[in-house]
């Protein structure tokens, strides 16, 4: 057994950025794995790049390379790094439009929810205006429009 102290691979932040290109792991836009060395994730592709692990002290680290090959390797690994960054904002980018588009659903069930609200007082109104109470006729008539109105703008804001 040698003196020398031993090297332990380490798990990186809950694995949410690659440590190759330093962009986050996002498997809806672009796949990952773990190193079945150590754990550390990694996207396919710069996993694919490396040919290895990164990680200091992991079993399956990679060798390393000449000084061409050292630079060739980095452009690669700055194209990458730079395609996983527009295939993530591009991602981010279609969810917040999602997330809008849905609350402004939600807020056009709420008025439709509303204007049902609204004809059920207009047809209680009618109701008591039936019975003899005039004066209610006339609200009754006006809750008929309120409801109407708060319907169309419901309908309105639920179409895409």
Do not use: K, N
């Amino acid at each position: 057994m040698s003196d020398r102290p031993r090297i332990t691979a380490r798990l990186a932040r809950d694995g949410a950025t690659c440590p190759l290109c330093r962009t986050d792991l996002v498997d809806e836009v672009l796949p990952s794995e773990a190193c079945a060395g150590c754990g550390v994730r990694y996207h396919q592709d710069c996993a694919r790049e490396l040919g290895g692990c990164a990680t200091a002290g992991c079993p399956r680290q990679g060798e390393p390379l000449a000084a061409d090959a050292a630079a060739e390797r980095d452009r690669r690994r700055a194209s990458i790094a730079a395609d996983h960054d527009r295939r993530l904002r591009r991602f981010r980018a279609q969810r917040d439009d999602d997330r809008r588009a849905r609350r402004i659903d939600d807020l056009g069930l709420t008025f439709q929810l509303a204007a049902l609200a609204a004809a059920a007082l207009a047809l209680w109104l009618l109701w008591r205006a039936a019975r003899g109470e005039v004066e209610h006729g006339a609200l009754a008539m006006g809750g008929l429009l309120l409801a109407a109105v708060l319907y169309g703008v419901g309908s309105m804001l639920s179409r895409r």
